[in-house]
């Protein structure tokens, strides 16, 4: 697969997509704030919501599968639609929560 | 839809589920890497040191100062006790020590006395040495006189008489000298009545003082539910004092995470009063000892140890201390007890 050349301000050699994901300051997500979420008047902390962060990710990853026709090529659904979520939950932890 | 799959080609489904498995269990491990790096806690608590106000004395509650959760300073008056009996006891002691210096006057003038009948007794002991001197004198004048009948031996036998008599008069004199010298004493007996008088005198000044309670410390009232008329026994708390100096967050980290925790570290501290403002924090110190259900001392002194095993243990949590700097520009996300979270050399406030 080949990627466009993007006007973007992209460093050579790296991935632009590598680029803007650290372009993202840490003050970017200052909004955030504490690891922890009041829920009618009940802390929730971050590991819960990145574990509904990764469910939704895996629904949405298997839209866009079997949009794009996807779903088609891949085996072992369950395992790779779990690791699929994981990977977007414990990413979510490190873009939210890792800085 | 139509799904075809062609032997013998590459399979693109199963290495696509082999690369999701293999990173996201790498991407676990990271995660769980970092996180041992950085402890972390969402049940810490806002703390500061608190003082009990009472006073030392008892009484009345004549005057409160204060309201509930009212901001105090230094030195404010908080209270004042009905000070009446304080000050009447004040009066008494002042009285007591009055009478004690007229005693010492008393006592040294008295001295005075003993001691000029002391300088006549010894007057007294010298006049009767010269007598008996004199006596002697005279008694071996007139033995010559007498051996050859110049006299009568009756005269010789009256001197002898006169001298005995100077002897005893002398041997009196010296016991009275002696006996006048041991009655001078002196008048520290009196001294020492004073001095205790003295001393009831500053102890009813102390005690007075105490019926006003002033502000040790910058900080806030809290739990107070009295009004005037309260009758207050000594050494009885009437409300607490938060102070409002130094703030810090208490955050109980797992025992397994603890080595990375070092005085000095970076700490981000959230007051969930206002989640989104990140307060920076430096680590104090960990804590030395929790209280553990699992061996408990008893009065025997021998350990308690419950006749059960679990499989699965829980971590046990030390707290940590964290000091919170510029307390005082966020004093609105500070109250005692308040949930925080803590986030140790990590998070938005170290990033600064």
Known sequence: ?99 | MKTERIKGSFPVGSVLALSALVGALLVALYVDHESGLHPDSDSSIIYTESVHVAALVGGRLQHLAVEPNQPVHKGDLLYQIDPEPYEIALHRAEASQAQAEADLNDARRALAVRMAEAATSERRHHQAEDEKDLAWRTVTRLKPLAEQHYVSWQVYDQAVTRFNSAVDALAEAQHAEQASQVAVGDVKHAEAILKEAVAAVEHARYELRQTRVTANLDGFVTSLGVREGEVLAANQVLFTLVSKDQWYALAPIREINLAPIHKGDCATVYSMIDRSHPLRGVVESVGWGVLTDYMKENDRGAPYVERQMDWVHIAQRFPVRIRIEHAAENQHLLRLGATANVEILHGAACHA
């Open chain 1, 1 to 99: 697969m080949k990627l466009p050349k993007v006007a973007f301000p992209s460093r050579d050699g790296i991935p632009w997509w590598v680029v803007s994901l650290s372009l993202v300051p840490s003050k970017g997500w200052a909004w955030v704030g504490a690891p922890s979420f009041p829920i009618v008047g009940a802390y929730f902390p971050a590991w819960l919501i990145c574990l509904v962060i990764g469910g939704i990710g895996a629904v949405l990853l298997r839209t866009i599968f079997l949009a794009l026709h996807v779903d088609g090529l891949l085996r072992f659904h369950l395992v790779t639609y779990l690791s699929l979520g994981s990977l977007v939950g414990l990413i979510g932890w490190l873009v939210l929560f890792g800085q």
